[in-house]
């Protein structure tokens, strides 16, 4: 199977061609430059129409000078680069794949260099999340940007950033700050033009980089993946229109055995009680003011293999992080070599740091654990001062501050943001700015606040990760990972040694009542989190005797696990998946573990596929279709029909099952496909199969019938009336969506 690192963007690409044709490899020497910088000054002409062909003229003039701009964007790839802040000589040679290589002479130098490589393939990309970070987004974008603006300066981001970076170790400081100076080297060493976005979004060249900057992509990555909060607002919406055995039916417990039940979760009955004040709320307007959610939708996939398992007798790290499509990726592969310093995998842009990857001695990857960190709390304001809200010891004054946001083309918009001693107060995102004492989205005397473990105390992440990048063994890993505050992950690791092991990472909060699967009063103080769980306490494997250790976003643990980490849960089907190939092979080599991470056999596939019951085809179509199902294998390939007829339907169930569930301004959100709630329908026990009188079995299997005869049919007008001529790669097409321009107009 041929690789295809996502290393570079398309325009890196194209200057990747002529020196790889001739060479098959791209070299760019980087040294230290003293001179003073030369200072370059244009002339701005006026002039007026003199005619169609001054018109042409210049006509043909702007489009050369386009191709010119476009090109001066490319990044030099070859050649001799002075540059101001290194100590000594670096050198840059990329592979046929874009991949470059940094050789340096000291650490500083390679951080330095991959500032630089960064900035010349992914410039516009770091400015992007720069903005989004420090809540700046408005000022390129326009109005389009205000909603994610608001969320994070209501998060205050980038303060907290800038409180962090002064707490860090000289040593990381140094590390950030000669990264920060390779980004700057490239902005001002007029070697290469500003990308073209900048151009197109009307945007001015890019400030200079700071090395506080570099702290933002790990804040970004913990809202990112840790988005739980969204589904407790979800739920508190849906308490107020549904009945709980439905309310559980959409989130179900996966438990460690992966069985699948509708356990109830812990205190749902008492807090039921609590959809009169949901209702005041006005959620749905709230949730109309957040900005739409981003990132992936729990699917990453890891395992490790002990040398008893392999070929080499060497262990076998695999990991796939499921990030967001994009154009650019997510990623960008790099590999560093200085004195003291082997690094290769993938770095993050605007991060010096290996992100997951290898430093020569032990070896790392890592999933979402879907742990709940985050909560909802409602505030009752004090009835005879609004500016306080009350608490369990009494009545305490709201934090307050203002921010401005500067938004292209239109005026400012001025927030004013409060906190209590539980998190931010998010309900004021959904009031019209413009208001000067504006009408909340909340009933007289309540609002809502969001926790964070990354709000309550400065995180040490970024500094867990360098730990991580130096560490050359499993307790110097195990060292690095206690200051990993978030978001909470799991950690596979493999060493030169021969060990592996397993460990979750992360603040975890321990309530004093309860879990955080819905809003809960801060008034009372019994959902209160009174310490985070101790590291040590966290699961963890070393040396597994079964010599395997996989994750797929998973349940890790058993009912009697001594601490709660949560019940989201991603479905087990894909942990399933993967120990049943790992149990397939006895010696496993790399060959095998990429054919296992492109395997695309679907167990829920094959476990809804087995209940199908002639009964469920309601016409001739339907009929052929469930034949073509039922000697399918659940492989999802490209080239058969079989996977576009079991999506189609999924699809349709799902849509039908949550029509109730268009909730104002987020219809849709619950169009996602939820296994057990459909594994429900073809058992006959979904609650969502309204019986009217008659048995749950008999409603759930005509909605299946109805379902499939639609989806077929809506197929059928794209695809012909053959449906075995149909074909799933026709219909699931991966789109590269560019992350600013995807959004606009």
């Given at each position: 199977?041929?690789?295809?690192?996502?290393?570079?963007?398309?325009?890196?690409?194209?200057?990747?061609?002529?020196?790889?044709?001739?060479?098959?490899?791209?070299?760019?020497?980087?040294?230290?430059?003293?001179?003073?910088?030369?200072?370059?000054?244009?002339?701005?002409?006026?002039?007026?129409?003199?005619?169609?062909?001054?018109?042409?003229?210049?006509?043909?003039?702007?489009?050369?000078?386009?191709?010119?701009?476009?090109?001066?964007?490319?990044?030099?790839?070859?050649?001799?680069?002075?540059?101001?802040?290194?100590?000594?000589?670096?050198?840059?040679?990329?592979?046929?794949?874009?991949?470059?290589?940094?050789?340096?002479?000291?650490?500083?130098?390679?951080?330095?260099?991959?500032?630089?490589?960064?900035?010349?393939?992914?410039?516009?990309?770091?400015?992007?999340?720069?903005?989004?970070?420090?809540?700046?987004?408005?000022?390129?974008?326009?109005?389009?940007?205000?909603?994610?603006?608001?969320?994070?300066?209501?998060?205050?981001?980038?303060?907290?950033?800038?409180?962090?970076?002064?707490?860090?170790?000289?040593?990381?400081?140094?590390?950030?700050?000669?990264?920060?100076?390779?980004?700057?080297?490239?902005?001002?060493?007029?070697?290469?033009?500003?990308?073209?976005?900048?151009?197109?979004?009307?945007?001015?060249?890019?400030?200079?980089?700071?090395?506080?900057?570099?702290?933002?992509?790990?804040?970004?990555?913990?809202?990112?993946?840790?988005?739980?909060?969204?589904?407790?607002?979800?739920?508190?919406?849906?308490?107020?229109?549904?009945?709980?055995?439905?309310?559980?039916?959409?989130?179900?417990?996966?438990?460690?055995?992966?069985?699948?039940?509708?356990?109830?979760?812990?205190?749902?009955?008492?807090?039921?009680?609590?959809?009169?004040?949901?209702?005041?709320?006005?959620?749905?307007?709230?949730?109309?003011?957040?900005?739409?959610?981003?990132?992936?939708?729990?699917?990453?996939?890891?395992?490790?293999?002990?040398?008893?398992?392999?070929?080499?007798?060497?262990?076998?790290?695999?990991?796939?992080?499921?990030?967001?499509?994009g154009a650019p990726g997510q990623w960008y592969l790099a590999r560093i070599d200085a004195p003291g310093l082997i690094l290769a995998g993938a770095t993050a842009p605007g991060v010096p740091a290996v992100i997951l990857g290898h430093n020569g001695a032990i070896a790392w990857g890592l999933t979402t654990t879907n742990a709940d960190t985050l909560d909802l709390f409602i505030e009752r304001i004090d009835p005879t001062d609004p500016d306080r809200y009350m608490t369990p010891d009494g009545p305490r004054p709201f934090s307050k501050r203002r921010e401005t946001i500067d938004v292209k083309g239109e005026a400012a918009v001025v927030l004013d943001l409060r906190s209590t001693r539980n998190g931010v107060v998010i309900s004021d995102l959904g009031r019209p700015e413009a208001a000067a004492v504006p009408e909340g989205p909340v009933p007289e005397g309540h609002v809502l606040v969001l926790a964070s473990p990354g709000l309550r105390a400065p995180e040490r992440t970024p500094e867990a990760m360098f730990?991580?990048?130096?560490?050359?063994?499993?307790?110097?890993?195990?060292?690095?990972?206690?200051?990993?505050?978030?978001?909470?992950?799991?950690?596979?690791?493999?060493?030169?040694?021969?060990?592996?092991?397993?460990?979750?990472?992360?603040?975890?909060?321990?309530?004093?009542?309860?879990?955080?699967?819905?809003?809960?009063?801060?008034?009372?103080?019994?959902?209160?989190?009174?310490?985070?769980?101790?590291?040590?306490?966290?699961?963890?494997?070393?040396?597994?005797?079964?010599?395997?250790?996989?994750?797929?976003?998973?349940?890790?643990?058993?009912?009697?696990?001594?601490?709660?980490?949560?019940?989201?849960?991603?479905?087990?089907?894909?942990?399933?998946?993967?120990?049943?190939?790992?149990?397939?092979?006895?010696?496993?080599?790399?060959?095998?573990?990429?054919?296992?991470?492109?395997?695309?056999?679907?167990?829920?596939?094959?476990?809804?596929?087995?209940?199908?019951?002639?009964?469920?085809?309601?016409?001739?179509?339907?009929?052929?279709?469930?034949?073509?199902?039922?000697?399918?294998?659940?492989?999802?390939?490209?080239?058969?029909?079989?996977?576009?007829?079991?999506?189609?339907?999924?699809?349709?169930?799902?849509?039908?099952?949550?029509?109730?569930?268009?909730?104002?301004?987020?219809?849709?959100?619950?169009?996602?496909?939820?296994?057990?709630?459909?594994?429900?329908?073809?058992?006959?026990?979904?609650?969502?199969?309204?019986?009217?009188?008659?048995?749950?079995?008999?409603?759930?299997?005509?909605?299946?019938?109805?379902?499939?005869?639609?989806?077929?049919?809506?197929?059928?007008?794209?695809?012909?009336?053959?449906?075995?001529?149909?074909?799933?790669?026709?219909?699931?097409?991966?789109?590269?969506?560019?992350?600013?321009?995807?959004?606009?107009?």
């Amino acid at each position: 199977m041929e690789s295809r690192p996502l290393a570079s963007t398309t325009s890196s690409q194209v200057a990747l061609v002529g020196c790889v044709l001739v060479h098959g490899y791209c070299g760019l020497r980087m040294v230290a430059d003293d001179s003073p910088r030369k200072r370059v000054m244009t002339r701005l002409l006026k002039w007026s129409g003199v005619g169609l062909a001054l018109a042409a003229t210049l006509g043909v003039a702007a489009l050369a000078g386009g191709y010119v701009y476009v090109r001066s964007s490319l990044p030099a790839l070859e050649g001799v680069v002075p540059l101001a802040g290194l100590t000594g000589e670096v050198e840059v040679i990329r592979d046929r794949h874009g991949v470059p290589h940094i050789f340096a002479a000291s650490a500083d130098d390679a951080w330095f260099a991959l500032g630089f490589v960064h900035a010349q393939d992914r410039l516009f990309q770091m400015e992007t999340m720069r903005r989004v970070g420090s809540g700046r987004l408005s000022e390129m974008v326009g109005p389009t940007g205000i909603a994610m603006d608001r969320l994070m300066r209501a998060l205050d981001i980038n303060g907290r950033v800038e409180r962090e970076f002064a707490a860090m170790p000289a040593e990381d400081r140094a590390r950030l700050s000669a990264y920060a100076a390779g980004v700057n080297a490239l902005l001002g060493s007029r070697s290469q033009g500003a990308p073209v976005e900048f151009l197109l979004t009307g945007s001015r060249s890019p400030e200079p980089w700071r090395a506080q900057h570099s702290l933002l992509w790990a804040k970004l990555m913990g809202m990112q993946l840790a988005g739980n909060w969204r589904d407790e607002l979800s739920r508190a919406r849906l308490m107020t229109r549904l009945p709980a055995d439905k309310l559980r039916a959409l989130w179900p417990e996966w438990p460690a055995d992966d069985a699948t039940t509708l356990a109830a979760p812990e205190g749902l009955a008492a807090q039921e009680g609590l959809a009169d004040i949901y209702r005041a709320l006005d959620l749905d307007r709230l949730a109309a003011a957040l900005p739409a959610p981003w990132g992936p939708t729990q699917a990453s996939n890891q395992w490790v293999l002990a040398g008893g398992r392999t070929v080499s007798g060497k262990p076998i790290l695999v990991n796939d992080p499921h990030l967001t499509l994009g154009a650019p990726g997510q990623w960008y592969l790099a590999r560093i070599d200085a004195p003291g310093l082997i690094l290769a995998g993938a770095t993050a842009p605007g991060v010096p740091a290996v992100i997951l990857g290898h430093n020569g001695a032990i070896a790392w990857g890592l999933t979402t654990t879907n742990a709940d960190t985050l909560d909802l709390f409602i505030e009752r304001i004090d009835p005879t001062d609004p500016d306080r809200y009350m608490t369990p010891d009494g009545p305490r004054p709201f934090s307050k501050r203002r921010e401005t946001i500067d938004v292209k083309g239109e005026a400012a918009v001025v927030l004013d943001l409060r906190s209590t001693r539980n998190g931010v107060v998010i309900s004021d995102l959904g009031r019209p700015e413009a208001a000067a004492v504006p009408e909340g989205p909340v009933p007289e005397g309540h609002v809502l606040v969001l926790a964070s473990p990354g709000l309550r105390a400065p995180e040490r992440t970024p500094e867990a990760m360098f730990a991580i990048n130096r560490a050359r063994s499993w307790s110097e890993f195990l060292s690095a990972l206690e200051n990993w505050h978030g978001p909470v992950q799991n950690f596979v690791y493999a060493d030169t040694s021969g060990n592996t092991g397993f460990a979750t990472a992360g603040r975890l909060p321990v309530r004093r009542s309860g879990h955080g699967w819905l809003p809960r009063p801060g008034w009372t103080g019994e959902a209160d989190w009174t310490e985070f769980v101790p590291f040590a306490a966290l699961p963890r494997a070393f040396n597994p005797p079964t010599g395997r250790l996989a994750n797929a976003n998973n349940r890790i643990v058993a009912d009697d696990f001594p601490v709660f980490i949560g019940r989201d849960w991603d479905a087990p089907y894909r942990n399933q998946r993967i120990l049943e190939l790992i149990e397939a092979t006895p010696k496993h080599d790399r060959a095998t573990s990429a054919a296992m991470l492109a395997d695309p056999v679907s167990l829920f596939a094959r476990e809804i596929v087995a209940r199908l019951a002639g009964a469920m085809a309601a016409d001739e179509p339907s009929r052929r279709a469930i034949d073509l199902l039922r000697a399918w294998d659940g492989a999802a390939r490209r080239d058969r029909p079989e996977p576009l007829i079991f999506n189609a339907w999924m699809r349709a169930i799902t849509r039908d099952l949550t029509q109730e569930l268009a909730l104002g301004p987020a219809p849709g959100e619950f169009a996602r496909e939820r296994p057990l709630l459909l594994a429900g329908v073809f058992a006959g026990t979904s609650p969502f199969c309204d019986a009217g009188g008659r048995s749950a079995a008999e409603t759930c299997a005509e909605l299946a019938a109805r379902a499939l005869a639609r989806a077929l049919a809506e197929r059928g007008q794209r695809f012909g009336s053959d449906m075995a001529k149909w074909r799933w790669g026709d219909e699931h097409v991966a789109r590269f969506r560019h992350q600013v321009f995807s959004r606009l107009p």
